[in-house]
């Protein structure tokens, strides 16, 4: 690498900010080859790695303070998440591009960002400029506090936190180490763990304002993106940019069931079962039936807090880099 990719202080060029610990270290392992590809087919940049969880916002807020006009995210959703929450932070017209280096990966695919460095280097420099909307979420850190952070993808209550924080323990099952299976092998592991002994929790949610419902819910997705759990299509209808939320909900499923029908997650096809409903809203407010459950959420792949969660929508709130041909 260059002194002058090096050189963190010239905001005229591109920041990359690295997440090394991303793909279970392999963006770390793979970092010169990465480099050079984008080098050669995107051009000169700065970089800055982070060192550990929150880094990335603060990197990217101080940059993007500092005058910085384009920053990428290199690596998986949770590092795109860091990222894009600093830009917003840091209330400066600022470009978010993705580098595609993670477990799931699935911000990625709702851009149709290529996977190979060249080609996603290649889609950065010659990309087109689109405005999306985000989410936002107000809610407990395992602290108790009360935050708010920006989602550009999916938040979810149920079984997807409990994936999640599956797949980014030690293990997957007992005897099987998280580094025998990665990506949506990893994903796809963990969600069978998780579904033995599978106790749906009672949850209360009010959209815009609305009348307040109960349901018990395996899964209750709100989406802005189409994907998450690494590679589930889980709102096939979801838009980027069309200042709403999508709201899927995967119901009172036996173990069975789902097992049966997990295929159609990743297919898109999972709106037509019985036990799975779906809507649009611009805020959507869930709190547990029974105040005593603690209920983790998930966002961007990770794990922030608890209930009580108010999820609203930003419309028009982030410029993003996409291929210049979608």
């Not at 989410?135 to 506090?145: E, I, N, Q, W, Y």
Request: glycine share 10%; charged share 25%.
């Amino acid at each position: 690498m260059t002194r002058k990719e090096l050189n963190i202080s010239d905001t005229s060029l591109p920041l990359v900010i690295v997440n090394p610990k991303s793909a279970s270290g392999s963006t770390r392992e793979n970092w010169a080859g990465t480099a050079a590809d984008l080098r050669a087919h995107f051009g000169p940049f700065s970089v800055a790695f982070t060192k550990a969880s929150g880094d990335g916002i603060e990197l990217a807020e101080r940059a993007a303070k500092a005058g910085r006009r384009f920053i990428i995210a290199c690596g998986g959703d949770g590092t795109v998440n860091e990222v894009a929450n600093g830009i917003l932070r840091s209330g400066e017209d600022v470009e978010l591009g993705v580098l595609p280096s993670g477990t799931g990966g699935d911000f990625r695919r709702t851009l149709e960002m290529p996977l190979a460095n060249r080609d996603a280097a290649a889609a950065l420099r010659r990309g087109a400029t689109r405005t999306i909307d985000v989410g936002k979420a107000t809610f407990h850190d395992h602290d108790g506090s009360e935050i708010s952070r920006f989602f550009l993808n999916v938040s979810s209550v149920g079984l997807a936190a409990d994936v999640i924080r599956r797949v980014k323990s030690a293990k997957v099952f007992d005897w099987l180490p998280v580094e025998s299976v990665r990506g949506k092998a990893n994903f796809a592991v963990s969600t069978l763990r998780e579904l033995v002994g599978l106790e749906p929790p009672i949850v209360r949610v009010r959209f815009d304002d609305g009348e307040e419902h109960s349901l018990k819910t395996v899964a209750l997705c709100v989406a802005n993106g189409r994907y998450f759990g690494g590679g589930m299509m889980i709102a096939p209808d979801a838009k980027l940019n069309d200042g709403l939320l999508d709201i899927v909900n995967i119901g009172d499923l036996s173990t069975l069931r789902v097992l049966t029908n997990v295929h159609s997650l990743y297919r898109g096809t999972h709106l037509d079962m019985k036990e799975v409903h779906s809507t649009r809203a611009k805020k959507i407010e869930i709190t547990a039936a029974d105040s005593s459950q603690e209920i983790h959420l998930e966002t961007d792949g990770e794990l922030p807090g608890k209930l009580p969660v108010t999820y609203q929508v930003v419309p028009n709130a982030l410029r993003v880099r996409i291929p210049a041909t979608k």
